[in-house]
């Protein structure tokens, strides 16, 4: 049994030595020093040994393990640094080699045209202001002169929540909340962008979600040569100091009178062709003298208050200024088409 033992181990050694892998190393241990492995097999004839000769074997059984598992522990601490190295051979980087560059994004075109218009306004002491997307019927419709049952209200085909809780179909709902929280004392001067929403169908020209912009002015003794003066400082800033504008009588309910802004054709300069559909003019927003019922229901006296708002849709800004013929370009977010706009 003795020379069994010590046949076993040479055996062993030689095994965990030419071990290539990790598996090979398994099987081994397993074969020599498992439940049912060798050195086991040999360890159950104890039994027919004499009273001197057990703990001789036994002893001798303990050491040829003790030499076996060190001998493994060694060549799995070898295998697996053989494993590390070749492993970091295969996945260097060379750091000389040039790096790929870095794709710089910018500010959507969207926001570029607004920050543009609120840049100026606010050189004209406007303040921004925001307001919630889902707002409520009453100031979405009640507080800017539109009751419920108003034939106006099918101009806007809306998202309804609840009979009370809706999409906003226009920025509007902000001027209304900002004269209440003003509670009837002016002057009220701001400018409202943000997400609108309308039951539409997307086309070239529509989109069911859109961006726009609305301004209001109420003081004393605002007047329609104020508006005038206003739309034609944004119209010029916006497309250039030739451009003219007229103002065509129109119809909101929320403004009385209502107006809508025309620019001057800049491809043909106001001779007639296909961009302008041979007008010579191109409408470009809506305005008008806040309506009295609109001041009245914020907590403004009519009497004494008077006002004009207006309002806008950047992508129809967008598309004018860059000859952009399809809304859907915005919202798509091709890099191809993005990139056309970004500043160097």
């Known amino acids: 049994m003795k020379e069994r033992l010590q046949q076993l181990k ?50 001798l059984a303990n050491e040829v393990r003790d030499t076996l598992t060190e001998a493994l522990e060694e060549k799995d601490a070898e295998l697996e640094a053989i494993k590390i190295n070749k492993q970091l051979r295969e996945e260097a980087v060379d750091v000389t080699l040039p790096g790929k560059p870095a794709q710089n994004g910018g500010p959507h075109l969207l926001m570029e045209v607004i920050r543009d218009i609120e840049d100026l306004f606010i050189s004209m002491g406007y303040q921004v202001a925001e307001g919630p997307e889902v707002e409520t019927d009453y100031y979405n419709f009640e507080a800017l002169n539109l009751p419920k049952g108003h034939p106006a209200r099918d101009m806007q085909d809306s998202f309804y929540i609840t009979e009370e ?39 070239a020209t529509h989109s069911h979600q859109f961006t ?80 009295p019922n609109v001041l009245q229901k914020a907590g403004f006296d009519p009497e004494k208050y008077t006002g004009f708002a207006f309002g806008m849709g950047p992508e129809r800004i967008a598309m004018l200024k860059y000859g952009i013929e399809d809304i859907r370009h915005f919202y798509t977010n091709d890099v191809r088409f993005l990139k056309q706009f970004h500043k160097a």
Request: glycine share 10%; hydrophobic share 30%; aromatic share 6%.
């Open 212 to 291: 726009q912009i609305e301004g209001l002015y109420v003081d004393e003794n605002v007047r329609m040569s104020d508006l005038k003066g206003t739309l034609n400082a944004l119209a010029k800033h916006l497309f250039g100091e030739d451009r003219e504008i007229r103002l065509r009588p129109s119809f909101f309910p929320f403004t009385e009178p209502s107006v809508e802004l025309d620019i001057s054709c800049k491809v043909c300069g106001g001779e007639g062709c296909s961009v302008c559909k041979g007008t010579g003019w191109i409408e470009i927003l809506g305005a008008g003298l806040v309506h």
């Open 10 to 59: 040479e055996e062993a050694l030689q095994q965990i030595q030419s071990s290539e892998d990790n598996k090979q190393l398994q099987d081994t241990r397993v074969y020599y020093l498992g439940k049912k492995g060798q050195i086991t097999e040999v360890l159950k004839g104890m039994g027919k040994l004499s009273k001197e000769e057990r703990p001789v074997i036994g002893q």
């Open 165 to 203: 809780l809706l999409m906003r179909t226009h920025t509007s709902p902000v001027q209304a909340r900002t004269m209440l929280a003003h509670e009837g004392r002016g002057p009220v001067k701001i400018i409202c962008p943000g997400k609108v929403y309308r039951r539409d169908t997307d086309d």
